[in-house]
């Protein structure tokens, strides 16, 4: 197996295995292969294995990329020469070269005439894609990567593009429909920032999203203001890149000519709300439905502030996370008029995540106990009780004149409750079972 190598002093040994991905190097623990040096760049740059060479793409690293002495930006790494990243010397090493694939004969067919190739198989209407979205970043490894993840997860509904500059991703633009824009911020030459005004003047109809690993509070307010629908942190695992997949989603399903972004429903209140604070962004959520309006505040990952109606603080916060259906749209921070929460955002979306699991499965013991007494009722009906005691003792074996009339049963919440004259009911049955078995209904009770 080809490897990359380093040969400087005190970081000698440390290797990484090449395969057919781009690997990207830097000081960063997201980096395939890690480098933990000062002079290295938390991402300096990515390298892909060609054959017996190795294909090397600087990533704007601050103390630069060098082949052979020279700084590059792009360049082949040959056998036998040194890469430098900062003050770290590497080395390619090859392996033996597996000998070339041959691809099978094909049989003759019958008479010496060649089998033709197999006919392609029509892309039918369920292969279709439904929305076509662009990714501009400078690395080829990320891109590689959203490829594979996200086209996986989308199902033929998306047909993805990348770009890895911005003369590209524009090239793309003037010949494909595209419905959504991914940028990242931090690119050569023209930067994300730039490269979003452009496309917002060009063609104002396409959504923008920014999705960048900067986390950077004044950028992030000129790209709301200047055509951005959202402006999201890369994460670093795969449920942080499964919220990022709705949330785009969300966004391509916006219909256009609506202000709000996004429809309640697709994408819960509480993912929007906790990538913003786990990014420890400043931003206002402003929710919106045909009854309901108000904000959410948040400032530095903090939720500082919410209004709906003449609701504030976290009663306002409960509320409006309770709304089913209706819009949202993240908007530029601006200092809220009061500040009226003060509890941790992991404290609040927990509290409403628990009324709502109890506003949906109410506890209706009682209910549920008095309807199957309903239902027991049905089954068995007891036997007419007997009119009330009267003040003195009656005699031992009381016989009415005429059969009593049914009284009603007395209401109850739930539990049964035997009154006298049930007992009284229940010990004449006794006494009549008695009587029947041969004992002499003259005998006074004991």
């Known amino acids: 197996m080809s490897r990359l190598v380093v040969i400087s002093n005190g970081l000698a040994g440390l290797s990484h295995e090449l395969g057919k991905r781009w690997v990207t190097i830097g000081r960063g623990d997201k980096n395939a292969f890690q480098i933990v040096e000062r002079s290295v760049s938390n991402q300096h740059c990515e390298v892909l294995l060609r054959g017996n060479e190795l294909v090397v793409r600087d990533l704007r690293s601050t103390n630069g990329t060098f082949i052979g002495g020279k700084m590059i930006s792009e360049a082949v790494l040959q056998p036998g020469q040194t890469l430098r990243l900062g003050l770290v010397d590497l080395r390619l090493e090859i392996s033996e070269p597996a000998p070339a694939a041959t691809p099978p004969a094909t049989a003759p067919a019958p008479g010496g005439v060649p089998s033709p190739a197999p006919a392609k198989k029509p892309e039918s209407a369920d292969s279709l894609k439904t929305y076509r979205v662009l990714f501009v970043d400078d690395s080829l490894a990320f891109l590689e990567m959203i490829n594979e993840l996200f086209g996986a997860q989308a199902d033929k509904n998306w047909e993805i593009y990348t770009a890895p500059s911005a003369d590209k991703a524009l090239a793309i633009l003037e010949h494909k429909l595209i419905h959504l824009v991914v940028l990242d911020i931090g690119m050569p030459l023209l930067d994300g920032v730039q490269l979003l005004s452009i496309i917002h003047q060009k063609y104002p109809n396409i959504k923008k999203v920014i999705l960048t690993a900067q986390s950077d509070e004044s950028r992030r307010a000129v790209c709301l203001a200047n055509g951005a629908e959202l402006f999201l942190l890369k994460?670093?695992?795969?449920?942080?890149?499964?919220?990022?997949?709705?949330?785009?989603?969300?966004?391509?399903?916006?219909?256009?000519?609506?202000?709000?972004?996004?429809?309640?429903?697709d994408t819960g209140l509480f993912d929007v709300i906790q990538l913003e604070c786990l990014g420890g962004n400043s931003v206002i959520l402003e929710i919106r439905n045909h009854q309901a309006a108000g904000e959410i505040y948040i400032e530095d990952g903090a939720i500082v502030h919410a209004s709906a109606g003449k609701l504030v603080g976290e009663k306002a916060f409960h509320q409006l996370l309770s709304l089913t259906d209706g819009e949202f749209r993240l908007i530029p921070f601006r200092a809220p008029p009061e500040r009226t929460v003060q509890r941790q955002w992991e404290s609040l979306l927990a509290e409403t995540a628990r009324v709502q699991e109890q506003e949906n499965h109410p506890d209706d013991d009682d209910e549920t106990i008095l309807v199957t007494k309903k239902m027991a009722a049905k089954k068995s009906t007891p036997a007419p009780p007997l009119p009330p005691l009267a003040a003195t003792p009656p005699p031992p074996n009381p016989i009415p004149a005429e059969p009593p009339q049914p009284k009603a049963r007395r209401a109850t919440s739930g539990m049964d409750f035997i009154s006298l004259e049930e007992m009284v009911e229940a010990d004449t049955a006794l006494f009549s079972s008695r009587a029947n078995k041969g004992q002499s209904s003259e005998d006074p009770k004991k």
Do not use: A, H, K
């Open 235 to 265: 994460p670093g695992d795969e449920d942080g890149w499964r919220q990022i997949f709705n949330m785009l989603t969300n966004v391509l399903r916006w219909s256009d000519g609506n202000d709000f972004i996004s429809t309640l429903g």
